[in-house]
T-cell receptor, first 115, second 110 residues
Framework: NAGVMQNPRHLVRRRGQEARLRCSPMKGHSHVYWYRQLPEEGLKFMVYLQKENIIDESGMPKERFSAEFPKEGPSILRIQQVVRGDSAAYFC?????????????FGPGTRLTVT | AQRVTQPEKLLSVFKGAPVELKCNYSYSGSPELFWYVQYSRQRLQLLLRHISRESIKGFTADLNKGETSFHLKKPFAQEEDSAMYYCALKGREYGNKLVFGAGTILRVKS
């Protein structure tokens, strides 16, 4: 089991461009979480998805950010019209079940730099 | 509201010395508490969780509801313990999301 995969590992975008971050959960996992880590801060929850469903998006900025987890393929975090403040490390995690003590397994992260 | 506080950004100890990484939380319900660790150039991984009451790599953590703390302890630090440590909370009333502290860098010197 290769673990949670994220790509790209590093992404550079100019202000105003779009950023697409991909996350492939561990085999057998149907729940995906996205977290953002700004410099000098801890990871902050953004969104929790199941296949084809957004379960909790309470941490997502109201504008420019969206996430999906289609029936086939990876989960995508999309940031439109990026600004310098979007520069951060974006981590994806997956888990096999919604409830209970199952841990979240983290990917290596995507480091987004907006120039 | 849920909040996790790790007051130390950096903790530096000598090999063989005891280690205590502090974590305090704010949460009105029944939380689940976790410690995650990130070694250099590796991904974040779960170290231990309070409901398991286990010791991993010599580390233990006890949930103290009176003091709302979940400090991570190890009696004798080893150089390979050097890493970034994050305390995290999951509140049942708030679903599955984890709330993380800002993290503490542990440096173990020889």
């Amino acid at each position: 089991n290769a673990g949670v995969m994220q790509n790209p590992r590093h992404l550079v975008r100019r202000r105003g461009q779009e950023a697409r971050l991909r996350c492939s959960p561990m085999k057998g996992h149907s729940h995906v979480y996205w977290y953002r880590q700004l410099p000098e801060e801890g990871l902050k929850f953004m969104v929790y998805l199941q296949k084809e469903n957004i379960i909790d998006e309470s941490g997502m900025p109201k504008e420019r950010f969206s996430a999906e987890f289609p029936k086939e393929g990876p989960s995508i975090l999309r940031i439109q019209q990026v600004v310098r403040g979007d520069s951060a490390a974006y981590f994806c995690a997956s888990s096999p079940l919604q409830a209970g003590a199952h841990e979240q397994y983290f990917g290596p992260g995507t480091r987004l730099t907006v120039t | 509201a849920q909040r996790v506080t790790q007051p130390e950004k950096l903790l530096s100890v000598f090999k063989g010395a005891p280690v205590e990484l502090k974590c305090n939380y704010s949460y009105s319900g029944s939380p689940e508490l976790f410690w995650y660790v990130q070694y250099s150039r590796q991904r974040l991984q779960l170290l231990l969780r309070h409901i398991s009451r286990e010791s991993i790599k010599g580390f233990t953590a006890d949930l103290n509801k009176g003091e709302t703390s979940f400090h991570l302890k190890k009696p004798f630090a080893q150089e390979e313990d050097s890493a970034m440590y994050y305390c995290a909370l999951k509140g049942r009333e708030y679903g599955n999301k984890l709330v993380f502290g800002a993290g503490t860098i542990l440096r173990v010197k020889s």
